[in-house]
């Protein structure tokens, strides 16, 4: 059974920093590119991040300079460290694996960050 568990989001300040970690079970975890979503409300999902198997990495315009993705494939986890939060970063953030040439993909069950004074 695959499995893909968020922790870490919270409330914090405009301006201050938390760590989200996705850990995954019942995938090889290496041969999987990773990415972290985020759907705001009464906003459409959003790509935040991804980070490939060869561990390249990408980032929404929104969140680039503030967030970085980093994986550790000795433990099956993937990170996403966001600095400098701000309100509109406000969502509930989704861990998702994907492999394209198995077409198989899993989400996680996400995680709230709230940012606010």
């Known amino acids: 059974q695959v499995q893909l568990v968020e922790s870490g989001g919270g409330l914090v300040q405009p301006g201050g920093s938390l760590r989200l970690s996705c850990a995954a079970s019942g995938i090889v975890f290496s041969f999987y590119a990773m990415r972290w979503f985020r759907r705001a409300p009464g906003r459409q999902r959003e790509l935040v991040a991804t980070?490939?198997?060869?561990?390249?990495?990408n980032y929404a315009d929104a969140v680039k300079g503030r967030f970085t993705i980093s994986r550790d494939n000795a433990k099956n986890t993937v990170d996403l460290q966001m600095n400098r939060l701000k309100p509109e970063d406000t969502a509930v953030y989704y861990c998702?694996?994907?492999?394209?040439?198995?077409?198989?993909?899993?989400w996680g069950q996400g995680t709230q960050v709230t940012v606010s004074s």
């Open positions: 980070i490939a198997s060869g561990l390249s990495t």
């Open positions: 998702y694996a994907n492999h394209e040439e198995l077409r198989r993909n899993y």
